[in-house]
Structures are given as structure tokens and as C-alpha cells.
């Protein structure tokens, strides 16, 4: 199958973050994360982790955690994985926390 095909234009992922839920964006989130669209990720996750969303919102703190540190921005990166942590949801605040023990040693060096 030809990639080209494949790719979703930037303004439908736009488009789609604008109008979708927490809960919806945490799952556009990984699509767009699967599709190699890091900027779009990053925008549903944004949008999900900073929602009200006490179910949602810490899962997209995660990944959004991982992303930024993938891309070298390890400040940030602690920031939303420490608010994963905080939530103490019973998911991906402890898995955050593995996360978050990584990412202090990468720092570390």
C-alpha cells in the first residue's frame, strides 16, 4: 500500500482535536502517535491532560510525558508525569511513577 495514502493531512487532525472529548483525544492521541504524527499527540494529549477528567486526563498526562521526553524535553516531561502520578488513578499514576524514575536517571547523566 502506498504510505502517501495512509498519511492524514494536518488539518483534519486539527479539525478532529478541536471538536473531540478527553476521552476521545487520549485515543486520537495514539493514533496520531501510531501514524508518526508527533505534533497532533501532543495536541490531543494537551487537550486531554488538561481536562477536568479525572479518568482521562491521566493517561494523556502519560503519554504525553513520554512523548516530550522521546523528543527531548525532559522539564516538561516530568511535569505531566508527576501530574499522571498525582491523580492517583489506579492505572497510570503507578506506571508513571516507573516512567518518572527513567526519566530521572536519563536526566541524571
Excluded: C
Amino acid at each position: 500500500m502506498d504510505q502517501s495514502l495512509r498519511a492524514v493531512p494536518q488539518s483534519t487532525w486539527r479539525f478532529v482535536i478541536s471538536r473531540v472529548a478527553p476521552a476521545e483525544a487520549l485515543a486520537v492521541g495514539l493514533a496520531a502517535y501510531i501514524r508518526d504524527n508527533p505534533n497532533a499527540a501532543e495536541d490531543a494529549w494537551t487537550k486531554a491532560a488538561n481536562s477536568d477528567d479525572s479518568e482521562w486526563a491521566p493517561g494523556a498526562a502519560f503519554g504525553l510525558g513520554l512523548l516530550l521526553a522521546k523528543q527531548g524535553e525532559p522539564e516538561r516531561a516530568e511535569k505531566f508525569l508527576q501530574r499522571a502520578i498525582d491523580s492517583g488513578h489506579s492505572e497510570w499514576a503507578p506506571i508513571a511513577v516507573v516512567k518518572g524514575i527513567d526519566l530521572y536517571a536519563i536526566m541524571e547523566k
